[in-house]
């Protein structure tokens, strides 16, 4: 149980949720197989495989958004309907029109997916109600929207806000490299990618590469902005920051997970590793923020 990519939302603090609410609500939203028609099919799943809708330890939750789809490529469908128009040109005498095209594929569509393979796969969410913080495990902005979307329809009371810092990420993270200095608490490591401003966007990457020195500071001189930067928190956690305030390809360094105890069995072992983790992350959220300024007054 160790999330690889927050997308980070706030949450009043003041905010106590009552677990046995929630998983009521998620209850009214599981997630049901793709019907024979159905090319995708969203709900709730239980993030532990349990039974159990939610994971609380220490007031900490845990939830999974469960999505099948069914796996029919356009070529496929493309290949199944060319084959169709020409029987159907061969019968009728004549080419087929657009119109009977789209119509071809919407009927092969419906007859080629019910025989379609579905694959089934989660995104997790933590609600951690006592430091502020929602956070959502996923790369892709449409995988953080689709759970949030159902999330906000599931609980009629979320008050998750986007998070906004009185500094912007880029602005701080130029600023960093710009004066060869990581602020308190964070070191920088060797991965960087710096945008310029204009029209053209031109851009420069690295990638395991030393930072500092005269040709970052020449980029940054000639007006590129840091864009994504590779950092370390508290020698603990490696990251990538981004200018949305994503942080991404997160990694638990070895001094963390040497500190960690071994459960007896899997149950022990999950719950010492979301105990481990919904700790960590709080602290270094709350160090990421106050890097940046701390948080805006309006974005509560």
Request: charged fraction near 30%.
């Amino acid at each position: 149980m160790w999330f690889r990519n927050l997308a980070v939302y706030r949450l009043p603090k003041d905010w106590t949720p009552d677990p046995a609410r929630i998983e009521e609500q998620l209850a009214a939203q599981t997630l049901q197989p793709c019907g024979g028609l159905d090319k995708e099919s969203r709900g709730w799943i239980s993030p532990r495989a349990d039974g159990r809708l939610i994971h609380v330890l220490n007031r900490q939750i845990l939830i999974s958004l469960g999505v099948e789809q069914r796996l029919l490529p356009t070529t496929i469908v493309n290949q199944f309907a060319r084959e169709r128009a020409a029987q159907t040109e061969a019968q009728q005498g004549h080419r087929v029109g657009r119109k009977q095209m789209r119509e071809i594929k919407e009927q092969v569509t419906d007859e080629l997916l019910p025989r379609a393979f579905v694959r089934r796969r989660s995104t997790y969410a933590w609600i951690d109600p006592v430091n502020g913080w929602l956070v959502v495990d996923a790369a892709a902005r449409a995988r953080v929207e689709e759970l949030l979307e159902l999330l906000t329809r599931t609980l009629d009371d979320l008050p998750a806000k986007l998070m906004h810092t009185e500094r912007s990420p880029a602005a701080a993270m130029t600023g960093w490299l710009a004066g060869d200095e990581a602020p308190a608490g964070f070191s920088i490591d060797r991965d960087l990618e710096l945008r310029a401003a204009d029209e053209g966007k031109a851009t420069v990457r690295y990638v395991r590469h030393a930072l500092e020195g005269a040709e970052i500071r020449g980029h940054i001189a000639a007006g590129k902005s840091a864009t994504r930067l590779g950092l370390t928190w508290a020698d603990r956690i490696s990251f990538v920051l981004t200018e949305q305030l994503q942080v991404k390809r997160v990694a638990f360094l070895d001094i963390l997970k040497e500190e960690a105890e071994r459960g007896e069995t899997a149950d022990e072992q999950f719950d010492l590793d979301f105990a481990l983790m919904s700790g960590e992350l709080a602290r270094l959220l709350d160090d990421l923020i106050g890097a940046l300024g701390g948080e805006k007054a309006t974005a509560l």
